[in-house]
């Protein structure tokens, strides 16, 4: 089969999407119908759903479903998707985080837990809407690259659909994540490379297979829309407003602008006011290609190969990191990036103020703002938010080493109260 550009052939049918109509290119707007299609061939720019919403009312989606089936009328998804098997992602609590406030020093804060979802990580929330719109374009495998937890979300989703799947992960990811991505029993393939390798290796298969989604590749304009859902559910979850300040984190970025988008479409359809706010980005010094480009005052950004133990952002050349660097700069946010020694400290820091284990990218999350309050980049007084973007079950090997018990004692009351003195 030939494909072009961006272009995977399926069975011919007119998907129900809700109410998204048309893509458009991010670079020049051109127009096109809905597609399993992920780069313009107009401008070669990546693609994004444009929808005709209609009016969307609060009462509405408070009526609906504990998941991100709430917010179906704001998604590339078919009217009925709440019937379709499916992992039922979102929902996950917006945690007051007044102790981690304390101990940054910052009035107001609250952390978006997304370790909650189905496979403990936010991916749960794009593959949901990936694997709907999928469905509608006739195809019938499910299949990604991976940096972990979207292999995760993927081979789960697909065993629900009674799909098969796909997943390619660079053969260096974490133990715990080829585990928990191999016990859904799909093709789990391991590849001598890093992500990028991976990646490229999707889109040549995605060309080829035309039965095959790669949520990341050849549905990616559907497949990025689900992560709006954390900016809604954020949005409601304060009592319909907007944080004045968020920290995100960046590996391929898309996560960052779709939370921009949700934040601005919640605004333009009156659910909540359009007040104003800063967007921050979160990287690991060895993979922060968009923090380097922030700190050199470019509007491009420079592939790099990574060196981090924060492998689930390890994406050296991120597809959306332009467009990063423009919602950053539009917000008046920052892009920081911090050492996988601070990642572990973050790691530690949030489970010792708030009993959340996150995983090595909520690690960077939270050593970024530590070092954005430090440099005086976010404002402490300033309401904010951190999203936790995956479980530290995950990534286990991040923090073994260093801690562990206090002691090993005779089983006697006087050999703990020694254990404990000496603490």
């Known amino acids: 089969m030939t494909a072009t550009l961006g272009t995977t052939s399926t069975t011919k049918r007119t998907p129900d999407l809700g109410r998204a109509v048309e893509l458009v290119s991010k670079e020049e707007g051109h127009r096109q119908p809905l597609a399993p299609e992920f780069?313009?061939?107009?401008?070669?720019?990546?693609?994004?759903?444009?929808?005709?919403?209609?009016?969307i009312r609060r009462e509405d989606i408070e009526a609906g479903p504990k998941n991100i089936w709430r917010y179906k009328n704001l998604l590339p998804v078919p009217s009925n998707v709440e019937e379709i098997p499916n992992t039922e992602p979102g929902g996950t609590r917006l945690v007051d985080a007044r102790n981690l406030a304390k101990a940054l020093g910052v009035r107001k804060l609250?952390?978006?837990?997304?370790?909650?979802?189905?496979?403990?990580?936010?991916?749960?929330?794009v593959v949901a809407v990936a694997l709907a719109a999928a469905r509608e374009f006739g195809f019938t495998t499910l299949c990604c690259p991976s940096t972990g937890n979207l292999a995760n979300a993927v081979a789960a989703a697909a065993a629900r659909?009674?799909?098969?799947?796909?997943v390619l992960i660079p053969?260096?990811?974490?133990?715990?994540?080829?585990l928990t991505t191999a016990v859904y029993d799909g093709a789990l393939i391991a590849v001598d490379g890093n992500y990028d390798d991976v990646n490229r290796l999707a889109t040549q298969l995605a060309a080829e297979n035309e039965t095959w989604a790669f949520v990341n590749v050849n549905v990616r304009p559907y497949y990025s829309e689900g992560s709006k859902t954390l900016a809604f559910e954020v949005a409601e979850q304060l009592g319909w407003r907007i944080p004045e300040q968020i920290v995100v984190p960046i590996?391929?970025?898309?996560?960052?602008?779709?939370?921009?988008?949700?934040?601005?479409?919640?605004?333009?359809?009156?659910l909540v006011e359009a007040s104003?706010?800063?967007?921050?980005?979160?990287?690991?010094?060895?993979?922060?290609?968009?923090?380097?480009?922030?700190?050199?005052?470019?509007?491009?950004?420079?592939?790099?190969?990574?060196?981090?133990?924060?492998?689930?952002?390890?994406?050296?050349?991120?597809?959306?990191?332009?467009?990063?660097l423009d919602v950053v700069n539009r917000t008046g946010g920052a892009i920081e990036d911090v050492s996988d020694e601070e990642v572990v400290e973050g790691i530690r820091l949030l489970a010792r103020t708030e009993g959340i284990f996150t995983e090595t990218a909520g690690g960077v999350t939270v050593a970024t703002a530590k070092k954005l309050i430090e440099t005086g980049k976010l404002d402490p007084d300033a309401e904010t938010v951190l999203l936790i973007t995956g479980d530290g079950l995950k990534t286990l090997d991040a923090v073994e080493g260093k801690i562990g018990p206090l002691a090993t004692v005779a089983p006697s009351a006087d050999a703990v109260r020694e254990a404990l003195r000496n603490r």
């Not at 659909?161 to 796909?166: C, Q």
């Not at 053969?171 to 080829?178: G, Y």
């Open 161 to 166: 659909a009674g799909w098969d799947s796909v």
């Open 251 to 270: 590996a391929s970025g898309s996560q960052l602008t779709k939370v921009d988008k949700g934040f601005r479409e919640f605004g333009q359809l009156g």
């Open 110 to 125: 609250w952390v978006k837990d997304d370790t909650g979802n189905p496979t403990h990580s936010f991916k749960d929330r």
């Open 39 to 55: 780069v313009s061939a107009e401008d070669f720019s990546p693609l994004e759903v444009a929808y005709d919403f209609g009016k």
């Open 276 to 324: 104003p706010y800063k967007v921050f980005g979160a990287q690991a010094t060895g993979c922060s290609p968009v923090s380097a480009a922030f700190r050199a005052g470019h509007d491009t950004v420079q592939p790099v190969k990574p060196d981090t133990i924060a492998r689930s952002l390890a994406i050296g050349n991120p597809a959306d990191g332009p467009y990063v």
């Open 171 to 178: 053969k260096t990811l974490e133990k715990a994540k080829i």
